[in-house]
């Protein structure tokens, strides 16, 4: 019975969830099925998809190429490069880990629980995952720190404390920024079990511990693998996170060490070799994907109409337990950080503001394009181009963004001044950092779209613009906006290659440094409000436009 | 004249023969399971090409013509309407695909929904309606379209027998109206007698010339006997 | 249209006034309202008739980059230390100035490179967190580990470049031992200053690695006087902000104008306040009283570049080792 039960249980989350990197058209098994007619076959034809990915191939590789060729081939690698490789990938590993399994007990809370207010928290959780990476060490600091919240408690309870500095740090801030994105996806696994398995469930009268072993470890089975994986790319190339909070060059990145190599030691050669490494282990994880289903996109709604069975008991104490620790992990380094800040944010200097309209604009632009670009690349995979095209979307994943900067610095040099450059090339590059998150929740979207309509729209002849005014832009809206937000978001929270380009109009991120840089470290935690604020905004207004 | 010139299909590991000519009239298209009945239907509609033969449409080869320039009206199985737009927008995609409609051609789409019974209806979207309506706003586009060539994949399979009649009914109307050449995919064999004159049996990986429908329902070939019991 | 209008603005270079145009590639924080640039680009625009324009980011590395193709004419906020490979590319040209009399605590003799503020590595504390805080270098490494210190990346910063060659002036060849020493008590390593500093103003740490001008911020512009620099018998390590003309200027008159006009009077009174270190050229009697107020060491330590490039490498691999464990 038992066996027989798995058995039906499995399939349905792995096929209505679990899209996944690979989202190549089904193949023809049984061609009387209109299913398998999603794909006409076709000779090749080149859609707007093919170009943006080639280009962004270009770009990635192309500047890659640059660098070395600029100083005439790779360099060997350092012993100290060996180890942030080592560390990279171990950090990695270990975060991705760690966000996976904690995330479990707090979408089984958020999956089973009603309460007042529950759509809004999880909104809420989903907030660190686009707060900038400057902030968001601010607020650590302030409730984990040696004079946080956390270990002035445990020095009142006499219990020894806790440090945030070191590995320990890195994987803690890391945890911080993805377990939203864990939370999300997991959360969905959850809500595609089929009402019916629940109800099915109930009537042989289940107890919790049976549904955990035949509906929920299944699910996660099939899930958690995706999740890690998302997140464990996301942690690859981890760069400020490491430099505040890694406590030394014990906790050396790869992406720290082009920095370096970039920098201070101005060895071309270097950095472009560790940006190869990069590229290498991007292309590794994906064909480590190959394998594992990655969950789709987590913007698509979280409330499905399965309400899995609540027990009561012990139980109840537990979810409770868990969304208050998920809730109190994420949200009080948030609260803190406003906390500090608010107070001279009407004070900031005028500077301040119109470097923060300037991001704004800029963050504007980069998720105009990033939809742009989202949405020729999603059409063209829904269509079935080739694998590589979504591989070229995923590459900005892994991409540093300072050799990808430096690249183009020494591909346009002769066309424009860097001055010209600062920040069209910001725009472009937050642009294509942004793709990945963008894809995975449209590359969905457009499948679904491409099968349900794609035959109806062929048929009436529908093409061209007219096809994307009154199909794809309305049927796409809601995973377009989200993908806009999240782009707008990281855009505005970026420090990145705007540094090394230089420039006379600095961004918000910027001028907190350069605040910090002047001694004004109040009127850098006002400014760091301003850019939360502002990223947040940004990031609503789109996913609000899109609904 | 729809005349299928010694086409060979493959899809895979599965292959569709068909050489024969369909005069004009209606047409049910009747094989088992898996036989390859869609995969007729998306041949003329031009979502798959054959690897070899061509497609002819009263002496124009139509084989490599893109599936929205075809003399062809198709019906699927699901997703015969945009649930984001009006069912006046729906409609009027059968007179342009981009909607920039003139005004005659929006009293054409008032009037055809007058026509299918579906007056007062322009403003609302297709969830708001009832399957039976929503298969109504799909034919009043059938009918703005008036293509010569009409394919339908079982449109009518989710709705009850009373609603179905009514629909094929509906259908007859608008074929007679048109002089459409019709192809319907079913699979109940009183549909077939009631509204095909003739049958195109889909078996083997073959679809035969059209034969009377009555006789071959009568004495069914053999696969074909165990598809219907 | 307006709508239009603002984002051009914002995003588009200012429209140029002038015909000519002098080029300062400056370190990121000199251009901000409240870094020394305007104060600096005012006070020569009344002087030359030209229009003078910051660029700011990562000097060294944009102008190795762009070599002679550069449109750099002067550059402004190389640090000591630095120098030998900006030195070795060829493409700066001798400033042309009297460097005898200067303010500094080192001979300096460079024709290149020419210093205008400079001031001394320091561990900065807060007397009303840490009472009773190492009155010497030595003391420092034997104090008990949990006296935490935050301080900067050798391969990423100039302050953490510095600390690197200080604790090799002092300690010498024992230098690992001295890091083995201090290792426990660094809560963290952080990129730049700013992050250090903000740790440490946060109360996160007892003591930043800084400079001894630092107490001078907060007590001008916060009143704060409970902010200090240690001061140590064995010495702290000069560090230097420093200018050149690029050689291949296409204008070579307005760059050298620049340069004749750093070691006068009038800009070096600008540099204290606005950039919290001390000026290259001023006698002691004009800097503002709360520099002339502020501890100094008695002993001012610092590598020639000869030196320090070649001391670079082998003592960031001490340092390495030390960290790595």
Known sequence: MAARLRGVTVDRPQSANAASLRHDVPSAASPADTDALRGPRRRFVVLPGHLVAALLAAAILGTLAAVAWAVGGLSALTEWDWRALRFTLWQAALSATLSALLAVPVARALARRRFPGRGLLVTLLGAPFILPVIVAIMGLIAIFGRNGFVNDSLRGLGLPEMSVYGWQGVILAHVFFNLPLSVRLILQGWQAIPAERFRLAASLDFAPRDIARHLERPMLRSVLPGVWLAVFLVCLTSFTVALALGGGPGATTVELAIYQAFRFDFDLGRAATLGLVQIALCVGALLLARWIAVPAGFGAGMDGPALPPAPGGWRKGGDALAIAAAAAFLLTPLLSVTAAGLPRLVVLPGEVWTAALRSVIMAVTSATLAVAACLALALAIARGAGRWVEAAGMLPLVASPLVLGTGLFILLRDMATPQQMALPVTVAVNAAMALPFGLRALIPAAQALQADYGQLAASLDLRGLARLRLLVLPRLARPLGFAGGLAAALAMGDLGVITLFASDQPTLPLKLYQLMNSYRMADASAAAVLLMTLSFALFWIFDRGGR | ?229 | MKIVLIPALLLASPALAQDRVLTVYASDYVASEWGPGPRIEKGFEAICDCDLQFVTGDILPRILMEGEGTEADIVFGLNTDMTARARASGLFAPHGQDTTGMSLPVAWSDDIFLPYNWGETAFVYDETRLESPPASFDELLEAPDDLKIVIQDPRSSISGLALLLWVKQVYGDDAPEAWAKLAPKVLTVTRGWSESYGLFTEGEADMVLSYTTSPAYHIAAEDDTTKKAAIFPEGHYFMAELAAQVASTDQPELAQQFMDWILTPEFQKTIPLANWSLPAKLPVEDWPQVMRDLPRPDKTLFYSEDEAEALRQPALDEWLRAFAG
């Not at chain 2, 013509?65 to 003399?71: D, F, I, L, S």
């Open chain 2, 1 to 229: 004249m729809l005349e299928f010139r010694d086409i060979l299909l493959r899809q895979g590991g599965f292959t569709l023969a068909a050489d024969f000519a369909l005069p004009q009239g209606r047409h049910a298209v009747i094989g088992a399971s898996g036989s390859g009945k869609s995969t007729l239907l998306a041949l003329v509609g031009g979502f798959l090409s054959p690897e070899r033969g061509r497609l002819v449409w009263d002496g124009q080869d139509i084989t490599g013509m893109a599936p929205g320039r075809r003399p062809v009206s198709t019906l699927f199985q699901h997703h015969n309407l945009f649930p984001h737009l009006t069912v006046a927008q729906n409609v009027g995609m059968g007179l342009r695909p981009d909607l920039r409609l003139d005004r005659a051609q929006k009293d054409r789409v008032t009037q055809v929904l007058e026509e299918v019974g579906l007056g007062g209806t322009a403003d609302r979207r297709p969830g708001a309606l009832s399957g039976g309506q929503q298969g109504r706003v799909a034919l009043a586009r059938v009918l703005l379209r008036a293509r010569p060539l009409l394919l339908l994949d079982e449109p009518f399979a989710a709705l009850g027998p009373a609603l179905k009649s009514e629909m094929l009914a509906l259908l007859s109307r608008i074929v007679d109206e048109t002089g459409a050449t019709v192809l319907m995919v079913t699979h109940d064999p009183a549909d077939a007698r009631a509204f095909a004159p003739l049958t195109v049996l889909v078996e083997d990986g073959r679809a035969h010339a059209p034969c009377p429908t009555g006789p071959l329902l009568d004495d069914p070939p053999p696969g074909l006997r165990a598809y219907l019991g």
